[in-house]
């Protein structure tokens, strides 16, 4: 299938490991030009030369904090200088961290809007003006399961992710005579570091090993094992394709059938 991307320039945040390295990589596959950012300059520098070795695609990296909007306005304006436009935008951020609500201070929250939250808001700010004006553009965001179905201990998630999806589906609602879709894709457990980080978290605390706790989850999951980040990366290139231009404000889960509710 042709999804339709081929020379379209798509900014991808935190892609230089995980589910945004996965959706980058999709990405270029199918053709498209990258920007790419991370806080790991070492890291973030190793996984551009690798896509663009593999795939042939033009990518362009910047270290970047998307907490900081000074560092996010620099980012997207080099960008612009580099391909002068954005037509796809995948938004990611580390998960905030775990913990009850009488575990964590205002300023973990604070940091936590400004990872979660306010990077998203920002980002979309900043790229909505060039999608307008060229009435075409995919928004994406990365959230979690956790907006369905609350996840145990990740009060910061639970919290933060839903309002990054009521954002975009109001989002969506304003931009869509633009011809811009604004969507959701919601990753379930995935072989990623931020589920090993969290398996070794709730392990600790359980007092067993980290694979005694994955087997937990897996015991969790329909399909009994974790996903791998290039089938959710499938998903994500489609929700920004030109194929999927009659959806949006969606909210779609990639989890192998661990949320239980209906919708």
């Known amino acids: 299938?042709?999804?339709?991307?081929?020379?379209?320039?798509?900014?991808?945040?935190?892609?230089?490991?995980?589910?945004?390295?996965?959706?980058?990589?999709?990405?270029?596959?199918?053709?498209?030009?990258?920007?790419?950012c991370a806080r790991n300059e070492e890291r973030l520098k190793a996984t551009a030369e690798a896509i663009a070795e593999s795939t042939g695609a033009e990518v362009f990296h910047r270290r970047t904090d998307v907490t900081e909007r000074s560092d996010i306005r620099k980012l997207v304006a080099a960008s612009l200088e580099r391909f002068g436009r954005i037509d796809i935008l995948v938004t990611n951020a580390g998960g905030p961290p775990a913990g009850r609500f009488d575990q964590l201070s205002p300023e973990q929250w604070e940091q936590a809007a400004r990872l979660t939250l306010f990077s998203a808001i920002e980002l979309a700010r900043e790229v909505l003006p060039g999608m307008k004006e060229r009435r075409w553009g995919r928004i994406l965001n990365i959230t979690s399961i956790a907006v369905k179905q609350p996840v145990d201990n990740l009060i910061l998630s639970n919290s933060l992710r839903a309002a990054v999806t009521g954002f975009a589906r109001t989002?969506?609602?304003?931009?869509?005579?633009?011809?811009?879709?604004?969507?959701?894709?919601?990753?379930?457990?995935?072989?990623?570091?931020?589920?090993?980080?969290?398996a070794q978290q709730m392990a600790q605390k359980l007092g067993i090993k980290p694979d005694e706790f994955k087997k937990k989850w897996e015991?969790?999951?329909?399909?009994?094992?974790?996903?791998?980040?290039?089938?959710?990366?499938?998903?994500a290139a489609f929700l920004v394709s030109e194929r999927a231009a009659y959806i949006t404000g969606t909210s779609i889960q990639v989890d192998s059938g661990w949320i239980r509710s209906l919708f």
């Open 1 to 36: 299938m042709d999804l339709g991307i081929k020379n379209k320039v798509a900014l991808v945040v935190a892609a230089s490991t995980g589910l945004g390295r996965a959706v980058a990589e999709e990405l270029a596959a199918e053709g498209a030009s990258l920007v790419l």
């Open 171 to 198: 989002l969506a609602n304003e931009v869509a005579t633009d011809g811009i879709t604004v969507n959701n894709i919601l990753p379930g457990y995935t072989r990623t570091e931020r589920v090993e980080e969290l």
């Open 219 to 235: 015991q969790e999951i329909p399909m009994r094992r974790l996903g791998e980040p290039r089938e959710f990366a499938a998903l």
